[in-house]
């Protein structure tokens, strides 16, 4: 099963039993407890796209406390595709390191026009975020049929059925929040023998809270964001 986090950094990974160097000179790999493995792609800004584009695009409704679900029925009626407003979210200052490596990349709105307003702007957002976990989750080996989705983002149910659709695969919620911080409690907690391996200790104190399985029928219009997405990509970064 991949795994992946969408929190300030957006990076999408597999575990495996030894280590994986393709495709070459891309993407990060840890060594894990237990003689295991993290292969991972990473593109360096996450949820962070959606805070700057808060704070830039919606000054305005920042302080509500309703705010996600506004946004949300704000792009909920924009297709797929969003009417041909791409963006690329590159928004770190240290560029990207997958699908290529750039340190120059930057993020940017494509295809606006004057009929697009803030929906599409922010709904773009959304659906870069999500293009680009596809555009990591295809670089990687071996990913099966699943992803296990953690981060801030995951809280959202429309973004986290936009992955499910985009990815074409099951996505899988765990219960609970501040998974870093859980982990390093589990290390401790193996360190004390409370729990003999750290796969053990994973094992027991994991729950899944939601299960989306990706809608078919859309398939052809992400198919179509996604080419749309990386003739944006391809004319933009360096290779």
């Not at 493995?37 to 949820?47: D, L």
């Not at 659906?127 to 990591?136: H, K, S, Y």
């Not at 499910?164 to 919620?173: E, K, P, S, Y």
């Not at 094992?203 to 990706?214: D, N």
Request: charged share 20%; glycine share 10%; aromatic share 8%.
């Amino acid at each position: 099963m991949a795994m992946a986090v969408l929190g300030t950094t957006c990076m999408v990974g597999i575990v495996s039993d030894q280590p994986v160097f393709t495709p070459p000179n891309l993407g990060l790999l840890f060594t894990l407890p237990g003689e295991n493995w993290f292969r991972a792609m990473v593109n360096v800004a996450g949820t962070l796209n959606l805070d700057w584009a808060i704070e830039t695009l919606l000054p305005d409704l920042a302080g509500e406390p309703a705010l996600y679900a506004r946004m949300e029925a704000m792009i909920a009626p924009l297709p797929i595709g969003n009417e041909g407003v791409t963006y690329l979210p590159y928004l770190s200052e240290s560029g990207i390191i997958a699908p290529v490596v750039d340190h120059e990349a930057r993020a940017g709105f494509y295809g606006l026009a004057p009929r697009h307003g803030r929906p599409h702007m922010i709904r773009a957002v959304y659906e870069g975020v999500t293009l680009a976990m596809r555009d990591l989750y295809q670089g990687l080996e071996g990913t099966g049929d699943k992803i296990l989705l953690t981060g801030g983002g995951a809280r959202s149910l429309m973004w986290t059925q936009m992955i499910a659709d985009a990815l074409g695969i099951t996505v899988l919620v765990p219960a609970g929040t501040e998974f870093g911080a859980r982990g390093a409690a589990l290390l401790a907690a193996t360190a004390i023998g409370r729990f003999g391996s750290i796969r053990e200790a994973s094992k027991a104190t994991r729950q899944i809270q939601r299960r989306h399985e990706p809608d078919g029928s859309v398939k052809p219009a992400w198919d179509r964001a996604f080419a749309n997405y990386r003739a944006r990509r391809d004319s933009s970064l360096r290779r």
